[in-house]
């Protein structure tokens, strides 16, 4: 497979427009019905478009493989996700809409219980609210100090999570949780797997310390674990790589955010479908990439909730005629991974992929759904080879060798 | 993928024949009428022959990557063409059928023209005719001699295009190009991009003013610029790799220099494809390996010439049974990449092919065509990988492991 380095060197400049559509989770397994989620649900704008484009199924990962959002999204992005790994930490800090630097190394973090031995006998210090987590978290900010000229800011989450966030040279992230994962266990604090990541878990530890100091009188949140420490990997910028001024359109923080990482500017204030495809019109001429986020597909995967789900891909495809309208160059429709209903989870199962651009080959397929899907045109592929079609198809690479 | 160092390990001997017919850039897309040249050709035995093996498609380089003919080429002939690089010196040189060994170095050059101050007026010399062009190289290689022990050729192409080869030991190939790449601007010379080409790069300048020299009365062609220099690269010889009596039957330059480039022997001679096929009952009993090339399938594509890149096709198949009558173990009949008269060029669509040999699976495809190889029993696979295929129907590959 070609790699980012020879591919870099391809990309020629056009002022050809690509949109793709990220239907999160939309791949699914047939239930009691017999039926996929996209194929119970009336589409006859991405049938049209099917019939029009290619078919096929991509890998995230590999066979097998299930990925989360991060690593499905960056391949989808065009980069190989087992070179570029986006730690928890990294993750959670983009999930809450914060923006990470070079300098940064993120944890996500749980309030817990520590008794006078050191024993942790709550991992969640009994799930306390949102509103006392983020009195905790105002209480932190006023009494920690910079560790070794390590600032350390921490942000609240939902009831007992909160992200840590160390800045400051010579940060490294081969580091072990500080967690030990089971009730009633001793404490454990950060250990550096190799030895230019000892400074930053000996940090790390020091925080923990002074967590416990400020909050010795707030029993059940007295201490913290720290888990997934990792600083923001190294990408080449998605404008870089591809040549694109790139624009994504998603309402969720953490698509938000894995866009932001590979550089891609950000569109805020979404919050419905309807709001996403007006932003798209709105910013077409500004753009030559759109990257556009369904998310509720896979909310609703992930709830078992098959009625719920089929309903949103019918809402997405009655706004594909506003899309297509634009008249993009080259379209694409696909999941980042499949969330099928009876699983309520992400899956390995393939994701359905739909691409329409201006040199098409013929294939059996007719409407956009699994068991077309298999009359495809593209067989099963790898997700990061997404990005080489929709550039090729849209005339901006240039030929290899001669 | 298995890489050439264990396939090699995996090689036995045998007395089968195997015979890769390439029609160059024969892959295409839908036209105005619908179809594929593959699709609109009258082709009725390539269709048996479909109907007997299996079929599928190629990727030469990955998806949405378009390959020039050298790379193409090589992942056909089993090389990973990421790994094996040849620059277009060394392609030029090929294609005006130069040999080249180990100790040469390769430019495509340009007579040019270049005033007082050293400014490029003129990339081309104004166009000069290939006339011009061949005495120009006789003048040159009259006056040349050695510059620090290595020796330079020149040999004229087409107009203003000439090749120069250097050849003596220690030349390396890190090189940039002497050329402004715009008129009006100042000469430009080559540069070495490692310490260990720094000689080459010297050895190449002196060249360049050399030229200067002996054609200063000769405006426009009073300079030359160089590009693409190279040496040819590094390749395990087709004989060796695969325990393969070679041999090439084609009537283009490049492709026998490519040929032999890895070491095939190479017919020489050569005008129609009639001469080929008759060429190849000639050889028959020779040698083990056939690879016979249909060119015109890809100048029609480029061209943008579909009824004769129908045609070409059709004449083609009139030729197969007088292959198939030789009764080769395995035949194989692809193309390198795809030419759609639509797009006038190369392009990334994968590459219909055909396999038949003794031991095949059944898969629904029944006639040879992009459509069909959707039926096909090989789904898509990249063109490195066909070697492998047609080694195993030959018998010609042992067990991997025990």
Redesign the interface.
């Known amino acids: 497979?070609?790699?980012e380095k020879?591919l870099v060197k391809?990309v020629k400049s056009s002022d050809t427009k690509i949109v793709l559509i990220v239907m999160d989770g939309v791949g699914d397994i047939p239930d009691k019905s017999g039926k996929t989620a996209l194929e119970q649900a009336k589409t006859p704008n991405m049938d049209k478009l099917a019939a029009e484009g290619n078919l096929g199924f991509t890998l995230p990962i590999d066979w097998g493989i299930t990925p989360g959002s991060g690593p499905s999204h960056l391949a989808l992005f065009g980069y190989d996700p087992l070179e570029h790994e986006i730690g928890r930490g990294v993750l959670e800090a983009l999930g809450i809409g914060l923006k990470l630097g070079p300098n940064d190394l993120a944890a996500r973090a749980n309030f817990a219980t520590r008794d006078d031995k050191g024993i942790i006998t709550d991992r969640r210090a009994g799930r306390i609210s949102s509103e006392v987590n983020q009195k905790l978290c105002e209480k932190l900010s006023r009494n920690l100090e910079a560790i070794d000229g390590v600032t350390v800011k921490v942000y609240p989450g939902k009831e007992h999570r909160f992200v840590a966030v160390f800045s400051g040279e010579g940060l490294y992230d081969n580091l072990m949780d500080a967690d030990p994962e089971e009730t009633g266990k001793m404490e454990k604090f950060v250990e550096a797997l190799d030895e230019k990541s000892a400074r930053s878990a000996d940090i790390a530890n020091k925080f923990i310390k002074e967590v416990q100091q400020v909050l010795k009188d707030d029993h059940p949140a007295n201490t913290c674990l720290l888990r997934g420490l990792a600083k923001a990997p190294g990408i080449t910028g998605f404008g870089d790589l591809f040549g694109l001024r790139a624009c994504a359109i998603a309402s969720y923080p953490m698509y938000k955010g894995l866009s932001r990482l590979v550089g891609m500017e950000v569109i805020e204030g979404l919050n419905t479908l309807e709001d996403e495809v007006e932003e798209l019109k709105k910013q077409y001429n500004n753009y030559d990439f759109f990257y556009l986020h369904v998310k509720k597909t896979d909310s609703y995967g992930e709830d078992g909730n098959r009625p719920s789900k089929v309903k949103t891909i019918e809402e997405f495809d009655k706004l594909v005629p506003g899309i297509t309208g634009l008249k993009p160059d080259v379209i694409c429709i696909t999941s980042d991974h499949s969330t099928p209903t009876d699983i309520k989870g992400h899956s390995w199962h393939p994701n359905p992929i739909l691409i329409k651009g201006p040199?098409?080959?013929?294939?059996?397929a007719c409407a956009f759904d699994e068991s077309e899907c298999l009359?495809g045109?593209?067989?099963?592929?790898f997700s990061k080879?997404?990005?080489?079609?929709?550039?090729?198809?849209a005339g901006r690479?240039?030929?290899?060798?001669?």
Do not use: N
Request: glycine residues 12%; charged residues 25%.
């Open positions: 497979m070609i790699g020879e391809l040199h098409m080959r013929k294939d059996g009359k045109a593209y067989g099963t592929m080879d997404v990005m080489q079609i929709l550039m090729a198809q690479l240039k030929k290899f060798g001669a």
